[in-house]
């Protein structure tokens, strides 16, 4: 099993490491503009934060699996997990937030030992779209996991859980050996309770990521590949393919610099530029929380340290009034999320 940055005492663990080559090399020799001279083109820096729409919660950065693209740096060594505590302002602040979507990830959020009493709690205030993102795997991996289907049904959650390829050998490679197997077991047990089946009002969305140093394909064209090869081989229904660009940081950026990839992949980014994606990136809608409690513009952001621009900076200061207008912390990753069509956690943008 491949380890995290943080096991395999990497320098690319640290956060600061990864904002220098970000930063120096081809940005700082201007072979490449950097980010903010790119939307500085279009008058769109500084990029600000509009009204927030979905509140995204990293409930810790433990995980079952080992990804090689993630940007977590997840996996079973890491120790960062949310306390009750911290939910407790949590709940506080989704009873008082305009927001309409409550979305948890991690690590494997199931793995936090509060999880099934967060959700139990977080459901009860009527948020309209509650997403757990579920990489599948964690279903299958103990017996205490068998029932979350069931668990997630009662409580109305959209499933969102990452499949980058529909054949084994590719998804295998990204995410580990037998987690191809392991996601279809757990696939036909939430068709089984009517999760992506037609006719039912329970989501199941699936996330494609390139297996490799290029951009994703045409979200549609992906995702009617998806369902042809899913329901030919397995007879696997889902609801929607989000396609999602990899990131330059963490263990994507690790992969990049040991294939040898990582000009090239800067370079494939700021060609792929649409300035009509700027506008629209998620983090103009969304917060984004730390297991600690920290307020970050999103999930990437709160991998690589950058806090946010705001006197409201941990969950317990929370103030809506002092968090829109923000202006927003941006680097040369944000490239991933303004190539071709866009990028965030939803899929796809422009
Ligand atoms: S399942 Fe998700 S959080 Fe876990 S290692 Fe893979 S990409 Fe990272
Ligand atoms: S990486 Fe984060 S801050 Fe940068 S554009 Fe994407 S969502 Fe916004």
Redesign the pocket.
Known sequence: MLK?LHKRHSELANSKRQLEILSNGIFKSGDLPTFKDKISETNQFPLKAKKLEILQINVG?M?????E???????PDRKEIMTRDTMQHILEIINQTGAHTLDL????PEMNPNFRWFVEEASKVGIKDFIV?S?L??ITSNKKHHDLPEFFKKHNIHIVS?MPHWTKGKTDKQ??NG?FDASITALKMLNAIGYGMPDSNLRLDLVYNPTGAFLPGNQSSLEKDFKKALNADFNIQFNNLFAITNLPIS?FLDYLIASDNYEDYMYALVEAYNPAAVAKVMCTNTLSVSWDGYLYDCDFNQMLSLPINSKAKHISEYNEDLLIGRDIVISQHCYGCTAGAGSSCQGSVA
């Open positions: 995290s950065y995980c079952n699996q080992v990804c693209h993630c940007h977590v740096d997840a996996g990830t991690g690590g494997a993102r990489n795997t964690i990452s995410r580990g987690v263990r």
